[in-house]
């Protein structure tokens, strides 16, 4: 893996609405920046080789530096592969749809669901939002929210963009009834 920068951001959401956010919510992005491993190929088959190589560098790489940037116990995370304008959507779906890559985090957080995710292709300075979802039990509203993310030399046209977002709670000043009151 070639992996030209690493991204670290953290928000701290402190008022909604007017009022205070307690306890704050907190989101860490952790974003890495490698060379495509299918650039300058072509349509390449088989990406199992690629995938099986790179896919579990990131999940080591990224999911504790979310955890440690988070600072406070998981709640919410999901992911996101943003892919240069010369490659294939399908080259980053690849090494974020495994669970050679999932399940660092998935460990890292204690979590039972899978990730929930956003895969496009762009230039660099294109503009993503990471859904986010509960942790352990997706039908859970409160957690359903999404995060956008902009890195503003990434990814260049032969690079991949692969992040890991994690939340410390739901959205703050969540009102909606529980999902199994419609049901």
Do not use: C
Not at 64 to 88: D, Q, T
Not at 161 to 167: D, E, R, T
């Amino acid at each position: 893996m070639n992996l030209r920068k690493v991204v670290t951001i953290v928000d701290e959401t402190l008022l909604e609405g007017g009022r205070e956010v307690d306890p704050v919510a907190r989101v860490a992005v952790v974003a890495a920046i490698i060379d495509n491993p299918w650039a300058g190929q072509g349509f390449v088959e088989n990406l199992n080789a690629g995938i099986d190589e790179v896919a579990p560098q990131l999940g080591q790489l990224l999911a504790p530096r979310v955890m440690e940037a988070l600072g406070v116990p998981l709640e919410a995370f999901g992911k996101a592969a943003i892919v240069g304008l010369n490659g294939e959507i399908e080259h980053g779906s690849g090494l974020i749809h495994t669970l050679k890559f999932g399940n660092y985090f998935r460990d890292a957080a204690n979590a039972s669901t899978l990730l929930p995710a956003v895969e496009k292709r762009g230039p660099a300075g294109t503009t993503f939002d990471i859904p986010l979802k509960h942790f352990t039990d997706a039908t859970i509203r409160s957690h359903h929210q999404s995060y956008e993310v902009r890195i503003a030399d990434a990814p260049h046209p032969d690079e991949i963009l692969i992040a890991l977002a994690g939340a410390s709670r739901g959205r703050p000043q969540q009102r909606l009834a529980a999902l199994n009151t419609e049901q």
